[in-house]
């Protein structure tokens, strides 16, 4: 029987695997009350959650909207708006039964039919886009058996619908009746510790505190409602601007802290600093298998031993980033195959063999390789809207280990969002970096998957059969034994032996605050940072 | 050929005789004329844009058929051209400029959010421009000492790119010093660096101006009536001086305040601070055209509507104008 | 954004100050954008990430990058692109505003007419949004940007030159040409454009230190050449976010770009000086 102290204890092991756990560590009475002020990088594109695709808006999104149960640090699932959940025998009938005392902050009740009403407008394109496509299309039926009782019905098992299910944020049904649907905004209602009350673009997202909160999951630190009255997140792009916001005493936190800047924080008494990997697919360069240079093995083969990870990875991130080797997270508990750790060897001596045995062996006057009078020239298609984190200059360290290892032209295209989807439609590029975060293989599915089988992000274009038959067949079982061998194997294959991507390094949340901030955690599981729900101020002397 | 013709009035005087009202009538009818062709080409150059506007909007999410229909549905992508201009002009009269590819948000409300912040931007760099150059002008008029360390000191305020003065304001005063806020919009406090930084140079541009008006005003024959009655020469400077070097500088207003708008845009960025000029670089970047145009529109008619002011103000204050001007 | 200006007549009689620094600095520039190569041994976009973020020194003159590059190197390699981008855009606006304003000068009538309400229409976007809303059709890069800034200055030359070409054209000497018979082919390209066109190196020069500005402010912006092209623009921004650990990354291009405007703006005056020294 695990209580629900170990369980918060290893949440909180698992959320500070670098970070010093002693620097939150509670010395004072948790106080209610005082005014919250934190500095974030990311702007939304939409603050409706669920369609909003960018991980970096959760952390405050998740103030506000909650969803049916909350997971534990091992990949468990515990209640949250729904007190309990069954599967049927055979994988295809999900049943939530929900809390009957949750109202959303616009007054209405949270019911079967809410909920329903969330799962079936999520079908409808005219609502949802490509999401309408995504984990919710294998839903074949949502209905309410009673008041508080949602049933969900597959046409076939799909192993992950339950990750997918669990964690849809749940709107309010006045939301759907809305003008500010598509965009979010203060209109559309949720659940959560907090009220969304002002967005001023360009400038900072404002939430009170919403008396009425007492529906917290197992996983929070305090029953009732939140300890903060007021939490404000301000929009400050610039990484170097954060921490001089933090360090200046005028934002009480901030997120997203640069290599360089982190040695200012950690060990500092004035301040706590932690991380916290991500989940899902790391940060890589995913080859184009269909286009190009890059659609011969060899050439892909070369592009990864050609590129120094780690020394690019010290130099641009000062030692304050993770490696990634394989198809997913090394944090999750769940698919993570470890064995693949070490597989991609720095190696320019093999990378320019490679390149001179496949016919890559004359040189141009720019020193890049060339065959048949083409040269070796590989485009890096990067959405302008997504570069973060220092991933321009990560490129670039990248571009510049390709030309000087091994004669390669890698190229970075710096694209507005409408050519980068034509350029990926059309699969005319050479490779895309992006990283995601899904987790219980739904990211694996995105990255792997045929791209007019659900495969939204493959975009090495990989069409192997065996990674359809292998990706299908652990969506069909519920045994975590059998899905774990079958994702370890499609990570050798993708890895190793294709080399469809480079793995980089594993994305992470960096957390810094004012020591008289306690209580920021990070989610258990999932890892992004946990809402305000738990945070308090110590008063200021 | 003088030197405000450099400074290029907004709207190129029209060569007209008559009277007054004829020539503010014409002013104003030439004013809208300009703007009906800003809306108008925005429209056209909406469509025109390269690319198309459902990969835009589909993004990283997969494409499907069905997903492709309810796009084009949903913004309307089938009406005849000609309905949709008619549209887009009547939407345009009622303040209305559609809505952000991107944000999925009414532009007009968008952008009515991020006026505030940059109006209050452009005000304290105006302000700290007409201070900088009134200052300069009024103490180093005709001295030629000092004259000339002013123009130096002008010649290089107007030649530092306004964004790297803004970055080593803001390392200086903000993150070393830590005596200025770093960046936002909530305390008056946080204007000080952006204004200065955008302030400054245009106002070296308007203090060289300045001067030139103030010597030549100095010199003519009233200021030696004045000087003769034993004003000193600072209260002959800013009494009586500063109102004949004013004149030219009204010219200057038009330049001003397009340099002004333009310079927010990298002000706001370099400072982290929210209005027009952020919404439109992130707009640009991310190729949301509903949203370029309607800042580039409103820009045009804050142009306009400030250059047919300043042009029939100058009108009334000066007489000799009101003649034939060509 | 720009900041052009043409100073008051009588400013211009009296010294413009260190015509000779600025001259020399524009010399080196020159060298820089003709022949890098002379200047630094390095090159600009070789990476050495073990090599990153060092101070200046002997080996590094003005220190290394994030990525290891020698910020010398790319300052010097830099000039290449922010002069080419500046003075290109000079370049187009100059040579189509002087073609549009000597059309309207000459035409006169309903040409003049369509001609002045088409560069009132370009004129009332200010600069930078004129040149944003360009590049959000075209996309960021170097011949985008040069377009977008070169058409945006256009009704600076245009209406210089046509109310020149109306004086000249109106004045006795084209009348008395005339009657000797010229072409009139020969009579515009002969003595109307020289002298319509006098002003236009002038502002050309006032206007290149504008331009520079101009690029180096959209560079930073994200819309200039793409990386890791050594703009200055673009270095600055990227070197921001390292100001508190590594200052030389983004001091140095910020001081050159500042340097050259500096030069190209004394210079201008000077000229313009001796210009109105000339024809007063």
């Known amino acids: 029987m695990i209580t629900r102290r170990t369980l918060a204890g290893l949440a909180l092991a698992l959320a500070f695997p670098h970070g010093s756990p002693h620097a939150w560590a509670q010395t004072a009475q948790p106080r209610a009350g005082g005014k919250l002020v934190w500095a974030v990088e990311t702007e939304p594109t939409t603050l409706n959650p669920q369609l909003n695709g960018q991980d970096k808006t959760k952390l405050y999104l998740r103030n506000v909207y909650e969803s049916l149960l909350a997971r534990t640090a091992d990949g468990g699932y515990v209640p949250w708006l729904a007190t309990s959940h069954q599967v049927s025998g055979d994988g295809t009938a999900y049943t939530f039964t929900l809390r009957d005392d949750v109202t959303f902050s616009d007054g209405r009740r949270l019911d079967a039919d809410a909920v329903v009403l969330n799962f079936t407008r999520l079908k409808d394109p005219a609502y949802s886009g490509g999401i309408s496509v995504g984990p919710v299309a294998r839903l074949a039926q949502a209905r309410a058996l009673d008041a508080h009782t949602v049933e969900f019905k597959l046409d076939r098992l799909y192993a992950p619908f339950l990750d997918f299910a669990a964690s849809l944020e749940i709107l309010s049904p006045g939301a759907y009746g809305s003008p500010q649907l598509k965009s979010g905004g203060p209109d559309i209602a949720g659940t959560g510790p907090f009220i969304l009350v002002r967005y001023a673009r360009g400038q900072e997202i404002r939430f009170v505190r919403n008396p009425a909160y007492r529906w917290v999951p197992a996983t929070a630190g305090h029953q009732g409602p939140a300890y903060l009255e007021e939490v404000t997140y301000r929009f400050l792009p610039e990484s170097s601007v954060r921490t001089g916001a933090l360090t200046s005493g005028q934002v009480d936190v901030i997120e997203g802290v640069s290599g360089n800047d982190a040695g200012l924080f950690k060990g500092s008494t004035q301040f706590s600093y932690a991380t916290a990997l991500n989940t899902g697919t790391p940060y890589s360069l995913f080859w184009n298998t269909t286009y190009g240079p890059t659609q011969e093995p060899a050439v892909r083969r070369a592009l990864n031993a050609a590129i120094d990870v780690d020394a690019v990875l010290k130099a641009v991130y000062r030692g304050q980033r993770t490696r990634a080797w394989g198809i997913t997270s090394p944090i999750d508990p769940q698919f993570y195959d470890r064995s693949i750790e070490g597989s991609i060897a720095f190696d320019p001596q093999r990378a320019n063999r490679l390149l001179d045995e496949a016919g890559w062996a004359a040189r141009d006057a720019a020193g890049f390789r060339t065959k048949d009078g083409k040269r070796l020239s590989v485009e890096v298609v990067q959405a302008q809207a997504t570069v973060r984190d220092q991933r321009d200059v990560l490129l670039q360290a990248l571009q510049a280990q390709a030309r000087q290892n091994a004669g390669i032209d890698l190229t970075i295209a710096y694209v507005d969002t409408g050519t980068y989807a034509d350029r990926r439609a059309s699969g005319r590029f050479g490779a895309i970096a992006n990283s995601n975060t899904p987790t219980d293989a739904i990211d694996i599915e995105n990255h792997y998957l045929p791209l007019d089988r659900g495969g939204a992000l493959n975009y090495s274009r990989a069409a192997a059969p065996e990674l359809l038959a292998w990706l299908q067949e652990a969506a069909g079982t519920l045994d975590p034994k059998a899905r774990f061998d079958l994702y370890a194997r499609l990570q050798r294959f993708a890895i190793t032996d294709q080399a469809y991507a480079l793995p980089l390094y594993e994305p992470e949340d960096q957390v810094a605050a004012s020591t008289a901030v306690h209580g920021i955690g990070f989610r258990p599981f999932k890892q992004l940072p946990e809402s305000a729900h738990d945070i308090w101020i110590e008063p200021r002397t | ?326 | 954004m720009s900041v052009t200006l043409a100073l008051p007549a009588r400013a211009r009689q009296r010294r413009t100050p260190f015509p000779h620094a600025a001259a020399l600095f524009l010399l080196v520039v020159a060298i820089g954008t003709a022949w890098p190569q002379v200047l630094t041994a390095y090159d600009p976009i070789a990476a050495d990430p073990l090599q990153a973020q060092l101070p200046p020194s002997a080996v590094h003159w003005f220190g290394t990058d994030q990525l290891g590059r020698d910020v010398f190197a790319r300052v010097v390699y830099g000039a290449r692109y922010s002069m080419l981008i500046g003075v290109s855009a000079v370049g187009i606006a100059a040579v189509s505003g002087t073609l549009l304003g000597l059309a309207a000068g000459l035409l006169r009538g309903l040409a003049d007419e369509t001609i002045s309400r088409v560069l009132d229409v370009v004129s009332s976007f200010p600069d930078l949004l004129l040149v944003l809303v360009l590049i959000s059709f075209t996309g960021p890069g170097t011949s985008n940007l040069i377009v977008a800034l070169g058409a945006a200055s256009i009704p600076r030359f245009a209406r210089v030159v046509r109310a020149q070409t109306f004086v000249v054209a109106g004045s006795g000497f084209v009348e008395q040409a005339r009657t000797f018979g010229l072409h009139r082919a020969t009579l515009v390209t002969r003595h109307i454009l020289p002298h319509a066109a006098a002003r236009v190196p002038i502002l050309a020069t006032i206007g290149l230190g504008s331009a520079i500005i101009s690029a180096a402010g959209l560079s930073f912006l994200g819309m200039g050449p793409p990386r890791p092209t050594p703009e200055w623009g673009s270095m600055l921004a990227e070197g921001r976010n390292y100001l508190r650990v590594a200052w030389w990354i983004s001091v140095w291009p910020g001081l050159v770009i500042t340097l050259t405007v500096l030069s190209v703006n004394a210079l201008g005056r000077r000229w313009q000086a001796a210009f109105d020294g000339r024809q007063a």
Do not use: C, N
């Open chain 2, 1 to 326: 050929m003088s030197d405000a013709a450099l400074l290029e009035p907004a709207i190129a005087a029209p060569a007209r005789h008559g009277r007054m009202l004829r020539q503010v009538a014409g002013r104003v009818a030439s004013g809208l004329v300009v703007l009906w062709a800003a809306v108008t080409l925005g429209f056209v150059s909406l469509q025109l844009a390269p690319g198309d506007i459902v990969s835009l909007l589909i993004g990283e999410q997969p494409r499907t058929p069905a997903v492709e229909a309810a796009i084009r549905a949903e913004w309307g992508l089938g009406d005849p051209v000609a309905v949709q201009y008619l549209r887009y002009l009547w939407r345009v009269l009622h303040g209305d400029f559609g809505r952000s590819y991107i944000l999925q948000t009414d532009v007009s409300g968008l952008i009515a959010s991020q006026i505030w912040p940059t109006a209050k931007l452009t005000a304290a760099a105006l302000g700290v421009a007409i201070v900088f150059a009134v200052l300069s002008a009024v103490t180093t008029a005709g001295r030629s000492w000092a004259r000339r360390v002013a123009g130096s000191v002008e010649l290089v305020l107007a030649s530092t790119p306004s964004f790297w003065l803004g970055i080593v304001l803001l390392f200086v005063f903000s993150f070393t010093l830590k005596l200025l806020p770093v960046a936002g919009d909530r305390t008056l406090s946080a204007l000080v660096l952006p204004a200065l930084s955008l302030g400054l140079a245009l106002g070296a541009v308007v203090g060289q101006v300045l001067r030139e008006g103030l010597e030549r005003a100095l010199e003519e024959p009233f200021a030696l009536t004045v000087r003769s009655w034993g004003t000193t020469g600072l209260v002959l400077r800013v009494r009586h001086g500063l109102r004949h070097a004013a004149l030219p500088a009204v010219t200057l207003t038009g330049w001003l305040v397009g340099h002004l708008l333009s310079g927010a845009v990298i002000t706001e960025q370099v400072f982290g601070r929210p209005g027009l000029g952020r919404v439109t670089v992130e707009a640009v970047l991310g190729q949301d055209l509903p949203v370029v145009l309607a800042v580039a529109i409103l820009s045009a008619a804050v142009f306009v509507v400030t250059s047919t002011a300043v042009d029939i103000l100058s009108l009334l204050l000066d007489p000799r104008l009101r003649r034939d001007r060509s």
